[in-house]
Nanobody, 133 residues
Framework: QVQLVESGGGLVQPGGSLRLSCVAS????????IGWFRQVPGKEREAVSC????????YYSESVKGRFSISRDNARKTVYLQMNSLKPEDTAVYYC??????????????????????????WGQGTQVTVSS
């Protein structure tokens, strides 16, 4: 199993940037697909970005494509979400998550299809991101 702890959230003005971090403990991250999700009160949790175990395929939701970037450092057991050109509608609690898959799943269509909250097994506690002037 893997335990996840997010950090890096906060208050930022529109157009600003933040980098979220998610540190894993337990098993190595190289065995897991990773993802970032977000949720606002009264709405369902939604996918932001997911990345395959080998980092060969990455999915971004349309709302963040071109502005956000997901990455990982397996040696540091850390997942990152770089968020640029932030908008007020990006305000949410952001969660990192991990999905253990038997065998490497690297094709984009599967990574995209699996990038839904009910698929991911392990979750952090979330970090608040508020975009406001």
């Amino acid at each position: 199993q893997v335990q996840l702890v997010e950090s890096g959230g906060g208050l930022v003005q529109p157009g600003g940037s933040l980098r979220l971090s998610c540190v894993a403990s337990g098993a190595g991250l190289e065995y897991y697909a990773i993802g970032w999700f977000r949720q606002v009160p009264g709405k369902e949790r939604e996918a932001v970005s997911c990345r395959s175990q080998s980092d060969g395929s990455t999915y971004y939701s349309e709302s963040v494509k071109g502005r956000f970037s997901i990455s990982r450092d397996n040696a540091r057991k850390t997942v990152y979400l770089q968020m640029n050109s932030l908008k007020p509608e990006d305000t949410a609690v952001y969660y990192c998550a991990a999905l253990y898959l038997v065998g490497v799943v690297d094709d984009f269509s599967t990574v995209q299809r699996l990038c839904v909250p009910k698929t991911y097994q392990f979750w952090g506690q979330g970090t608040q991101v508020t975009v406001s002037s």
